[in-house]
Structure formats: C-alpha cells, structure tokens
C-alpha cells in the first residue's frame, strides 16, 4: 500500500549511508525512518537554538525597574 506521507530522495557519500546504514540496523529501524527521525531531531535542535538566542537577545535588554509585576500583568 502506497504512503500518503510525502517523499524526499537524497544523495549521500559513500562512508555517510554506510553509517546511517549501520546506524539503522543497531536501531531495528529502516534507513527512511532513521532519516525521518534525525530529519525532527534536526529541526528541533535549530528551533532550540533559535529560541535560546531570542532568549538572549531579551535578556540583554531587559530592564528590571521597568518590568511588570505578576499582579499587574493579570489586572
């Protein structure tokens, strides 16, 4: 039965698919679930790192005596 999911061929160097393949067997996971896996994990570690330097960038402006209190955020 054909998957609804989309498709993605990619080329890979020799030693890479090797390990990726080695990699998928010690996992009992085939290659494409292997690379739809780190694919996510990929991702979530850019947003990851997007986040922290947004974090930081807000970090360096902020300014307590003009922050607002709990109390007063919620009025």
């Known amino acids: 039965m054909p998957s609804k999911n989309p498709r993605i061929n990619v080329v890979l160097e020799k030693p890479l698919y090797n390990a990726l393949h080695e990699l998928a067997e010690e996992q009992g996971l085939s ?9 996510r994990e990929a991702l979530e570690l850019r947003e990851d790192r997007a986040l922290a330097d947004f974090a930081a960038r807000r970090d360096e402006d902020f300014d307590r005596s003009r922050a607002l209190t709990h109390e007063e955020v919620w009025q």
Request: glycine share 0%.
């Open 31 to 39: 290659l494409s679930m292997l690379m739809r896996d780190l694919a």
